[in-house]
């Protein structure tokens, strides 16, 4: 009888247990919990065999949430931009990066780097730096109202918003503010596009 009385106590302590664990795991919030993590991730997106666009981070981690599904870059992402003639032309730089996707079918896709972000239009040799940057992929557009300052052959410019299409080829700041240009420059200079230059590069 007493042993009968004891396997029962056990048997119900396991019991209690497994629920008290039951119920800890029911109280999990999915939308803080990864459901997939890829390390070194690489991705290509593409248009009829033509490269749009490519994408590197050292990792990705991908939430479910009720309204949208979020993708984090904790330790920073690379966007590199390519123009109609497959020629890479723009190149994107931050510390973190997100990439919002809502499920309702017309929600707006947003990007967003955060973090010593970095445009740069190799064609134009111009270079914005600011920290916050969205790129809107439906409106095909790059914008932020954060301090931006922008280095090119024409001289330098700073200011708070700027808005640009996607490859940064007309970027224009909202807000300038002490910005210089250069009065005078060498047309001789051969400027020579050393990513996307194939043959021997000039003699000085």
Same mark, same amino acid.
């Given at each position: 009888?007493?042993? #009968?009385?004891?396997?029962?106590?056990? !048997?119900?302590? !396991?019991? !209690?247990?497994?629920?008290?664990?039951?119920?800890?795991?029911?109280? @999990?919030?999915?939308?803080?919990?990864?459901?997939?993590?890829?390390?070194? #991730?690489?991705?290509?997106?593409?248009?009829?065999?033509? !490269? @749009?666009?490519?994408?590197?981070?050292? =990792?990705?981690?991908?939430?479910?949430? +009720?309204?949208?599904?979020?993708?984090?870059?904790?330790?920073? @992402?690379?966007?590199?931009?390519?123009?109609?003639?497959?020629?890479?032309?723009? $190149?994107?730089?931050?510390?973190?990066?997100?990439?919002?996707?809502?499920?309702?079918?017309? *929600?707006?896709?947003?990007? #967003?780097?955060?973090?010593?972000?970095?445009?740069?239009?190799?064609?134009?040799? =111009?270079?914005?730096?600011?920290?916050?940057?969205?790129?809107?992929?439906?409106?095909?557009?790059?914008?932020?109202?954060?301090?931006?300052? #922008?280095?090119?052959?024409?001289?330098?410019?700073? *200011?708070?918003?700027?808005?640009?299409? +996607?490859?940064?080829?007309?970027?224009?700041?909202?807000?300038?503010?002490?910005?210089?240009?250069?009065?005078?420059?060498?047309?001789?200079? $051969?400027?020579?596009?050393? $990513?996307?230059?194939?043959?021997?590069?000039?003699?000085?």
């Amino acid at each position: 009888m007493i042993l #009968m009385l004891a396997i029962t106590a056990v !048997i119900a302590s !396991i019991v !209690i247990s497994c629920g008290a664990k039951l119920r800890e795991a029911d109280a @999990l919030d999915l939308s803080k919990t990864p459901v997939q993590t890829v390390e070194n #991730m690489f991705a290509v997106e593409t248009d009829n065999g033509k !490269i @749009l666009n490519r994408m590197e981070a050292v =990792q990705m981690e991908r939430y479910n949430t +009720d309204t949208s599904e979020l993708e984090l870059f904790p330790l920073g @992402l690379q966007v590199y931009g390519y123009g109609e003639d497959g020629v890479l032309e723009t $190149v994107i730089l931050s510390d973190q990066a997100r990439h919002e996707r809502p499920r309702r079918r017309y *929600g707006t896709e947003v990007w #967003m780097a955060v973090g010593n972000v970095v445009v740069h239009n190799i064609t134009k040799q =111009q270079t914005m730096e600011t920290d916050t940057l969205f790129w809107d992929q439906t409106a095909k557009e790059i914008y932020t109202d954060s301090y931006v300052k #922008m280095y090119s052959p024409d001289g330098f410019m700073q *200011g708070y918003g700027m808005r640009s299409d +996607d490859h940064a080829r007309n970027a224009i700041l909202l807000r300038p503010f002490n910005s210089y240009g250069y009065a005078e420059q060498d047309s001789t200079v $051969v400027f020579v596009d050393s $990513v996307n230059f194939i043959g021997p590069f000039l003699k000085k």
